[in-house]
């Protein structure tokens, strides 16, 4: 065997190697690309839960308090038990919310996400006899299935 057909085949083996090096650089930037969506995903996912939380804690904080609670009714012209109650309201669309933001993400599964929407369809109007305010995601949500 001559140097020159060495010297082909060896390119040749160095060829296929920076070919396999090139498919499996592929697959690793792919892959890392994945795994960086699906992190921001959850990480978007865990700033609005924490939003989320937060409001429904102020909102509970302020129908349960003794202090704040007769003064905010007041300013509003409500009872205290009107005031609890329309908390109460104002809770349940921002769970709600919450749960359809998290689906768009993919991050809970279709059978909470069934329960989670059944319970819009029959809550609707109750909290649109109350006048409770609902996210533009819920309303929308509820703008395009409320026949079904």
């Not at 649109?128 to 995601?137: A, I, Q, T, Y």
Request: negative net charge.
């Amino acid at each position: 065997m001559n140097w020159e057909a060495v010297a082909a085949i060896a390119e040749l083996i160095g060829s296929a190697a920076v070919l396999a090096t090139l498919i499996y650089l592929t697959v690793q930037v792919t892959q890392s690309k994945k795994l960086l969506e699906e992190n921001r995903k959850i990480a978007m996912s865990q700033v609005y839960a924490t939003r989320v939380g937060f409001m429904l804690n102020y909102h509970q904080f302020a129908a349960d308090s003794t202090y704040i609670a007769p003064l905010i009714a007041e300013d509003m012209g409500i009872s205290e038990d009107e005031f609890r109650r329309r908390r109460y309201h104002t809770l349940h669309p921002l769970t709600l919310d919450n749960i359809l933001y998290q689906y768009e993400l993919g991050l809970i599964e279709e059978e909470f996400y069934n329960a989670a929407t059944n319970n819009i369809l029959l809550q609707w109007e109750v909290w649109e006899n109350n006048g409770v305010r609902v996210s533009p995601s819920v309303r929308k949500w509820y703008e395009e299935n409320k026949n079904r």
